[in-house]
């Protein structure tokens, strides 16, 4: 069973930082494409950043510059650091998986995507 567990979400001021961590089983992590997507309070889901495989990065351009997304294939964690936080990063933060396997390309689109994990909560205050 495919299961993606978000954790390290919190509250923290404008300009601080965050470190969220998704724990990935059921699958052979390596061969995948991974994704960060997030839900602001009362919007729709939108793209933070995703990773290929060989571990190429791409990132919305809301968040360039201040999120890193990393992997390690041997942990099975997919990271998603985050600096000089803003109050509009607020949301629902969801760790995504491909639905393809060998999957070379990331796309930013939720399409690629069929596996979520439940979220964890980033709150950022003015």
């Known amino acids: 069973e495919v299961q993606l567990v978000e954790t390290g979400g919190g509250s923290v001021q404008a300009g601080g930082s965050l470190n969220i961590s998704c724990a990935a089983s059921g699958f052979i992590f390596s061969r995948y494409c991974l994704g960060w997507f997030r839900q602001p309070p009362g919007k729709e889901r939108e793209a933070v950043a995703v990773?290929?495989?060989?571990?190429?990065?791409k990132y919305a351009d809301s968040v360039k510059g201040r999120f890193t997304i990393s992997r390690d294939n041997g942990k099975n964690t997919v990271d998603l650091q985050m600096n000089n936080l803003k109050p509009e990063d607020t949301g629902i933060y969801y760790c995504a998986r491909s639905e393809d396997a060998w999957c070379y390309v990331a796309s930013l689109s939720e399409g690629q995507y069929n596996y979520w994990g439940q979220g964890t909560q980033v709150t950022v205050s003015s």
């Open positions: 990773i290929e495989n060989r571990g190429k990065t």
